[in-house]
Structures are given as C-alpha cells and as structure tokens.
C-alpha cells in the first residue's frame, strides 16, 4: 500500500499561471481533502469530497477548483496562481467521517 | 464551530510524560475529539481520538472529563522523536454538509535530552 501520494513534490509558478496538483489513495476511502499550511500555520481546509463525483467547499476555497472523477484520485486546480497560494499544500483521504485522516507527503509551492 | 484553544509550545526532557491540554468550551453533543502529530515536511498523522472518559493507545492517552470542555493527551515517557507540532481538533466530521475539523496552529513541543 502506497496510501496517499501527491504528485507534483514541488512547483515554482509564475503569477497568473495554471497548474493542477493530483493527489491519490489506494486504501479505497471514501473521502478526500485538500488543505493548504503556511509557515508556522496549521492546515486550512480548501476543499473536500465526500465521494466519487462530489465535491464541497471547505474554509478557504476561493482561487482553487477540485474534480473527482474517480474514487481513487482528487485533483486540486489553480487557473490564475497569485503570490498568496504559495503554501505547502496537503491531501488527505478517509475511510468516512468521524475516521482517521491519512495525509499525503504534501506539494511545496511556491507563486513568484 | 466548535474552537480549540491550546498552549503555543512546550518543553519537555526525555523520559518525562507530557501532558498538553486543549480547551473547547462550545463543543457540541455530537463532537468528537481528535489529536494529531506533524513533524517538519510531513503531514499530519492521527495519534488518538475520543469522545468521552479515558481512550488509550500504544503511543498516547486522552483524557475528557465529564464537561467535555477541555480534554488532555497524555504522552508517556517522550524521547526526542516526539518533537513535533500537536493539534488538537474537536468536530464530527462532514456531517450536516460542512468539515468542521479545524486544524488550529497547535502545540509545538520540544523534547531535550
């Protein structure tokens, strides 16, 4: 079991550029989330999925876009990336709510 | 949604039990209590979870009294390999359409030899 990987590890846009981070897991759960942490923050929920062909608005989900299309995969979109997205981005997956979260090695990015 | 509020850092010596409270005063029936432990370049990583009384592991104890207004976890005996950031999260999860598991900035906690 890989659990949940995250692809790219680290990116370096330039404002107004577009990038899509993908996230998977193998451990067939239900739900997935994507949070953001910046320095000496903890993590702020952007979006979330609650299954295949589902998502919902998290905390701060202004400037991101999020797909399902399969339940293994959650893909976390930035059509104009601004100098304020730079953040280390994290997903996460579980087996339902009230479960345990697993979390991805995160995307360090960073919006020059 | 339910707050949490916990000390910013603590210090700690190796061989020592930690125990780091977290308060959460407008926690609601159906709230759940959850920690987590991050170390520096990781995502977080579930330690323990409760809703009432004592639950124990093999890495952490919780403790919630009868108010459920605060709860502490206990860790027994650290080593310096439990340096690392803590939080504390109290929410049932996505029910009623919303995941009101907030990560707050946590408890950074440094363990010396």
């Known amino acids: 079991n890989a659990g949940v990987t995250q692809t790219p590890k680290f990116r370096v846009l330039k404002t107004g550029q577009s990038m899509t981070l993908l996230c998977a897991q193998d451990?067939?759960?239900?739900?997935m989330y994507w949070y953001r942490q910046d320095p000496g923050m903890g993590l702020r929920l952007i979006h979330y999925?609650?299954?295949?062909?589902?998502?919902a608005k998290g905390e701060v989900p202004d400037g991101y876009n999020v797909s399902r299309l399969k339940k293994q995969n959650f893909l976390l979109g930035l059509e104009s990336a601004a100098p304020s997205q730079t953040s280390v981005y994290f997903c996460?997956?579980?087996?339902?709510?009230?479960?345990?979260?697993?979390f991805g090695p995160g995307t360090r990015l960073t919006v020059t | 949604l339910a707050k949490t509020t916990q000390p910013i850092s603590m210090d700690s010596y190796e061989g020592q039990e930690v125990n780091i409270t977290c308060s959460h005063n407008?926690?609601?029936?159906?709230?759940?209590i959850t920690w987590y432990q991050q170390f520096p370049s990781q995502g977080p990583r579930f330690i323990i979870q409760g809703y009432k009384t004592k639950v124990t592991n093999e890495v952490a104890s919780l403790f919630i009294p009868a108010d459920r207004k605060s709860s502490t976890l206990s860790l027994p005996r650290v080593s310096l390999s439990d340096t690392a950031v803590y939080y504390c999260?109290?929410?049932?999860?996505?029910?009623?359409?919303?995941?009101?598991?907030?990560f707050g900035a946590g408890t950074r906690l440094a363990v010396h030899p």
């Open positions: 996460a997956s579980s087996y339902r709510d009230r479960y345990e979260q697993y």
């Open positions: 999925s609650v299954g295949e062909g589902t998502t």
């Open positions: 999260l109290v929410g049932d999860g996505v029910s009623g359409g919303y995941n009101k598991l907030i």
């Open positions: 407008n926690i609601a029936t159906n709230d759940y």
């Open positions: 451990m067939n759960h239900e739900y």
